[in-house]
């Protein structure tokens, strides 16, 4: 494969990452609207087929509600959650500029991932969050971690055939 056909699949799935993350960070802003919505929208979509997540969307939407009424500045930790996805986010442009010199960065996001698993089956398991809910949870490291190995794949060709 061309040098620059590497170059070019390691921005496509640079590309893919980060916006993940965008989204990420920014729908973690609307978290009470977007949570109610959702409760909303699964009761009404899938009636009485998935009682569990029924009820547990229910239970987090309650949460967030009462929890904004009393204590606002709580959702405070999820507006920092939001931009800490949004700076992440910003680290994976020096590899869509020069993926070899910033390679560190595709190992960073690598362990990142890696580190989403026991996070949340054992954050979760504490927090008294479903171990279904933290199967989703766990996915996020899974599929984040896809685009990154396929850069770090054309990462270590293209530094392979600039050493020839």
């Known amino acids: 494969m061309l040098p620059t056909q590497h170059l070019r699949r390691i921005r496509f799935w640079l590309a893919m990452f980060i916006v ?11 978290l009470q609207t977007e949570v109610h919505w959702l409760s909303v929208h699964m009761q009404t ?10 009820a547990w969307l ?6 967030l509600a009462v929890t904004s009424l009393r204590y606002p500045f709580l959702a405070y930790g999820t507006d920092w959650l939001a931009f ?28 990142a ?7 949340a089956v054992i954050a979760g ?10 199967m989703i949870d766990c996915s996020f490291g899974v599929f984040g971690a896809i685009p ?17």
């Open 125 to 134: 398991a504490v927090r008294g969050v479903p171990w279904w809910w933290r």
């Open 84 to 111: 800490g996805h949004l700076v992440i986010a910003v680290a994976f442009f020096g590899p869509c500029m020069d993926p070899v010199r910033n390679k560190w960065v595709i190992t960073f996001g690598l362990i």
């Open 20 to 30: 993940g993350l965008l989204v990420s960070g920014v729908t973690a802003f609307p």
């Open 45 to 54: 979509t899938l009636g009485g087929r998935s009682p569990l997540m029924q």
């Open 113 to 119: 991932c890696a580190g989403v698993i026991p996070l």
């Open 58 to 63: 229910q239970r987090v939407d309650e949460a």
């Open 148 to 164: 990154l190995l396929m850069c770090r794949r054309s990462i270590m060709a293209l530094e392979q055939s600039s050493q020839r």
